[in-house]
């Protein structure tokens, strides 16, 4: 008699309590199901928003690296025309110093040629006079 009162038991609640308890949390937890599949929902288009972002910022570094790259290469650029252009002036200053030398070294020459052409005017005067 007692194992018979357990299985009738053990069916009642396999047919009768099991599936009321199945229904029952399932009518609890539904709402909760459907909670968390908003709140998943919600995440993953946070986290697409995220990841556009990035990809957004991703871009924008790459064009900002670019351009960082095209400033150095222009401003080695400019170095190199500044030391070409130091070198030009540094040539011309020369240049410009010998010419003043050879100005002054031929004010020189003029000097001494007038000079001479002084002496020599006065000799022919001298000459003349003896004459």
Not at 57 to 75: H, N, P
Not at 97 to 124: G, H, N, P, T, V
């Amino acid at each position: 008699m007692a194992e018979e009162l357990w299985q009738t038991l053990v069916r009642f609640h396999r047919e009768v309590i099991t599936p009321d308890l199945r229904t029952m949390v399932d009518e609890a937890l539904d709402p909760l199901r459907g909670e968390i599949a908003a709140s998943r929902r919600d995440n993953e288009r946070h986290f697409d928003q995220i990841y556009k972002r990035f990809d957004t910022t991703d871009s924008e570094i790459q064009a900002l690296r670019a351009g960082m790259k095209r400033l150095e290469d222009d401003v080695a650029a400019l170095k190199a025309d500044v030391a070409a252009l130091k070198a030009d002036v540094a040539a011309l200053k020369l240049t410009s110093e010998q010419e003043a030398a050879r100005r002054a070294e031929f004010r020189q020459e003029l000097d001494q040629i007038k000079s001479q052409i002084a002496e020599l005017q006065e000799k022919a005067a001298q000459l003349e006079a003896q004459l």
